[in-house]
């Protein structure tokens, strides 16, 4: 069976991520632009693959300031790293529409093996006649695995920033009209 491609509707789906701020409240982002691709055999979910690409200057939280401290190079340093890329490796069906997507998230110049917790959230029919699904994924990473050390102390163990960021996905997908057969090309095909 041919493979079915689905484009992410980044206006109807976001990449939220947060952190602590002095260990006590959590400062909120969005990643504003970004684009993703995924290929499905209905007959064979577990073979699902997903690529996303993100815009790292689209980094916004609400305040300019900071912002633009996110994006120099004490963070993610978005002149020399402009994009940030996950591509899966494999994904691990769990049963009542949860399941473990494994990737290489690569930002920062580091790449590195993450695991998402996965929610199918249900598929319909828009009113211009075009298939979606929606999924939730969420996962957690050591900001410092990439290399994004910054950071101001106060007190005896008490830090401005929070080592661990927390992502949360929500996602829209639309099936594509034309499907795709298999080893015909992905992500990198497309334009």
Not at 17 to 33: C, D, E, N
Not at 44 to 60: Q, Y
Not at 119 to 136: L, N, S, V
Request: charged content about 25%; overall charge negative; hydrophobic content about 40%.
């Amino acid at each position: 069976m041919a493979s079915q491609r689905w484009e992410m509707d980044s206006g109807h789906s976001g990449i939220h991520l947060s952190a602590r701020h002095m260990m006590l409240s959590r400062v909120r982002g969005v990643f504003s632009r970004w684009s993703g691709t995924m290929f499905t055999d209905s007959s064979d979910l577990a073979g699902t693959t997903v690529d996303v690409f993100i815009d790292a200057s689209s980094v916004e939280t609400g305040i300019a300031e900071r912002d633009a401290h996110l994006r120099s190079a004490d963070f993610l340093d978005v002149a020399r790293y402009p994009e940030i890329t996950f591509r899966s490796l494999r994904v691990e069906l769990l049963g009542d529409g949860r399941a473990a997507l494994a990737g290489e998230l690569t930002f920062h110049g580091v790449t590195r093996e993450v695991s998402l917790a996965v929610e199918f959230t249900g598929k319909c029919c828009d009113p211009w006649g075009h298939e979606r699904a929606g999924f939730c994924a969420k996962t957690s990473l050591d900001r410092r695995d990439y290399g994004l050390v910054w950071n101001q102390f106060f007190g005896a163990e008490s830090s401005v920033v929070g080592h661990q960021v927390d992502i949360e996905i929500d996602v829209e997908a639309v099936l594509q009209d034309q499907p795709v057969r298999p080893g015909s090309g992905g992500a990198e095909s497309l334009s």
